[in-house]
């Protein structure tokens, strides 16, 4: 029997805990009145693979670069990443919804804070 799966594409993030983080993103498709949300969240427990339990820790700074051309910059401060504990596992997403009202999560991963 086929199977339909829509699952949003995968980018981890790993830093130096109390850096500064910035990613530019790249959609190539034109995202003008689109609105945008993103959360960090500490995972508490999982079962079969799949986050059952968490804690809203932060979210991303959304800046728009380019919407037309579909780019948007994430950003963590300073203190943002020097909050995230060591050796804790978080996990992200970044979700949109079109001028349409259709919900999209299209990106997520996990995040790992490093020492120096």
Do not use: C, H
């Not at 910035?22 to 799949?50: A, H, M, P, W």
């Not at 804790?88 to 349409?100: D, I, K, L, Q, T």
């Amino acid at each position: 029997m086929p199977t339909f799966t829509q699952l949003p594409d995968t980018l981890d993030f790993v830093f130096v805990q109390g850096d500064e983080l910035n990613v530019l993103l790249d959609f190539d498709q034109d995202l003008t009145g689109y609105t945008f949300e993103t959360r960090i969240i500490k995972v508490l427990s999982v079962s079969g693979g799949d986050v059952v339990s968490y804690q809203n820790v932060t979210t991303f700074t959304q800046t728009p670069v380019d919407l037309t051309a579909g780019r948007m910059n994430l950003s963590l401060t300073e203190a943002q990443t020097a909050a995230l504990e060591l050796g804790v596992a978080y996990r992200w997403f970044f979700r949109w919804v079109s001028p349409g009202i259709v919900t999209r999560t299209v990106l997520s991963g996990a995040v790992v804070a490093r020492s120096p």
